[in-house]
């Protein structure tokens, strides 16, 4: 019923910001922190959704789901089932191939300049 989504593979980056630790003093202006660098998933039919740090910050420690409660039960029922260990979730159906998808992600205030950190932990799909 759920598939493991191989989030190396489907994410652009599954950390962000994504160059904040390689910061120098020397090096100016070059990274801006401010500027939240869209996340990017590509759905198995090649559909690319994107995320933005509103998306995160919106479903942060939230059990809203999108989806139908047949879909959302399945994706709880694999969570509780699997004893897995998760925090924050958004999901979607993808506009393409209507694919029920969860990303699972922790999130909160870090770094040198209190950036909104994202790290995508989990991905899975109902498989139709
Ligand atoms: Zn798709």
């Not at 995320?51 to 047949?70: G, I």
């Amino acid at each position: 019923m759920i598939e493991l989504i191989d989030i190396e593979s489907c994410f652009n980056i599954t950390h962000l910001p994504q160059n904040w630790e390689r910061f120098m003093p020397d090096d100016g202006s070059a990274y801006d922190s401010h500027v939240f660098e869209p996340l990017t998933y590509k759905c198995i039919c090649g559909y690319m959704v994107e995320f933005k740090d509103v998306d995160f910050k919106k479903h942060r420690l939230s059990n809203f789901s999108n989806l139908t409660p047949k879909d959302d039960d399945v994706f709880n029922k694999y969570i509780k089932q699997n004893n897995l260990k998760v925090n924050s979730f958004l999901d979607f159906y993808c506009p393409k191939c209507g694919k029920a998808t969860r990303i699972f992600f922790s999130s909160g205030y870090g770094g040198r300049h209190g950036d909104y950190i994202v790290d995508i932990e989990l991905a899975l799909a109902v498989k139709k």
